[in-house]
């Protein structure tokens, strides 16, 4: 199992940002798929899951109506829109499946600054 995070960067407040995150060796349409995050001195956290099957989404409460999780079954990625990007979404974000695989990718760090 790998994942493969890409499309980060820096951008201003108010911004946006389309992360990528190809997997490999499965198949995301058996599992959900989550986005994470991990800012400086934190511990990682959940924002967003999409389903295996539909298009069904959870958001954290931190990110809801500014990101949106997608999926490209065809092409084994999964995509997260991020608008109106604040500092506070500053962080390294990962992808993994559910449940959860032990095998992290790199991730790709966002910084949100002015």
């Known amino acids: 199992v790998q994942f493969v995070e890409s499309g980060g960067g820096l951008v201003q407040p108010g911004g946006s940002l389309r992360l990528s995150c190809a997997a490999s060796?499965?198949?995301?349409?058996?599992?959900?798929m989550s986005w994470y995050r991990q800012a400086p001195g934190k511990e990682r956290e959940l924002v967003a899951t999409?389903?295996?099957?539909?298009?069904?989404?959870f958001y954290a409460g931190s990110v809801k109506g500014r990101f949106t999780i997608t999926r490209d079954n065809d092409k084994n990625t999964v995509y997260l829109q991020m608008n109106s990007l604040k500092p506070d979404d500053t962080a390294v974000y990962y992808c993994?499946?559910?449940?959860?695989?032990?095998?992290w990718g790199q991730g790709t760090q966002v910084t949100v600054s002015s």
């Open positions: 993994n499946k559910q449940p959860r695989s032990p095998e």
């Open positions: 060796g499965f198949t995301i349409t058996s599992n959900a």
């Open positions: 999409i389903t295996s099957v539909g298009a069904g989404t």
